[in-house]
């Protein structure tokens, strides 16, 4: 089975520039996560799915930050304008709660570097 | 004060050594806890997955949970050069909405040594 697909792998850019960031979850995981990582702060929330709902976005650092999940298989993380600090990389998760609760998967992440 | 705290290391030890790595925790509403490995310009795997206090053994992997110390473990026996990583911990809440947010350690960046 595929797992979470993320695209692009690496990206850069110079600031003021709009990015778009994209994420393909499992097939049949209804919960879709993005998240942050850095050195100084290390592996941050910023915004879960259920079912293609947004449910919480408090982690989403500041409204030049959206994220959108228009179907069951696909999701965008939005930044603009960009910034040299979300110079950072960007997972994409999903997982399946069901019955059974099951564990979040991670794809292999975007590399964003903001000029 | 973090809800995690994990010791970022690094740590490195000889192959065939037993590691240990630790994570404590402030939440007492963390019900769920993982421990994710990641190598260099990977995303997180999985490695062990638990619920409420107890060992798990997978293979070389025993994870332990004890909730009334807010504290959690992985111990990886006859350690091996492709166990080197970073290691995270992570936990979430057991019930709601809620339940699905997790909260991650630092990490701890192992390396073994041939």
């Known amino acids: 089975d595929a797992g979470v697909i993320q695209s692009p792998r690496h990206e850069v850019t110079e600031m003021g520039q709009e990015v778009t960031l994209r994420c393909k979850p499992i097939?049949?995981?209804?919960?879709l996560f993005w998240y942050r990582q850095t050195m100084m702060r290390g592996l941050e929330l910023l915004i879960y799915?259920?079912?293609?709902?947004?449910?919480?976005d408090s982690g989403m650092p500041e409204d030049r930050f959206s994220a959108k999940m228009p179907n069951a298989s696909f999701s965008t993380l939005k930044i603009q304008p960009s910034e040299p600090r979300d110079s950072a990389v960007y997972f994409c998760?999903?997982?399946?709660?069901?019955?059974?609760?099951?564990?979040?998967?991670f794809g292999d992440g975007t590399r964003l570097s903001i000029l | 004060q973090k809800e995690v705290e994990q010791d970022p290391g690094p740590l490195s030890v000889p192959e065939g050594a037993i590691v240990s790595l630790n994570c404590t925790y402030s939440?007492?509403?963390?019900?769920?806890f993982m421990w994710y490995r990641q190598y260099s310009r990977k995303g997180p795997e999985l490695l062990m997955y638990?619920?409420?206090?107890g060992n798990k053994e997978d293979g070389r992997f025993t994870a332990q949970v004890d909730k009334s110390s807010k504290y959690i473990s992985l111990f990886i026996r006859d350690s091996q050069p492709s166990d080197s990583a970073t290691y995270l911990c992570?936990?979430?809440?057991?019930?709601?909405?809620?339940?699905?947010?997790?909260?991650f350690g630092q990490g701890t960046r192992l390396t073994i040594n041939p």
């Open positions: 992570a936990m979430s809440p057991g019930g709601g909405q809620g339940a699905q947010k997790l909260v």
């Open positions: 097939s049949g995981h209804d919960y």
């Open positions: 939440n007492s509403a963390f019900q769920y």
């Open positions: 799915f259920n079912n293609n709902v947004p449910i919480d």
């Open positions: 998760a999903s997982s399946s709660q069901g019955a059974r609760r099951q564990p979040q998967h």
């Open positions: 638990t619920y409420s206090s």
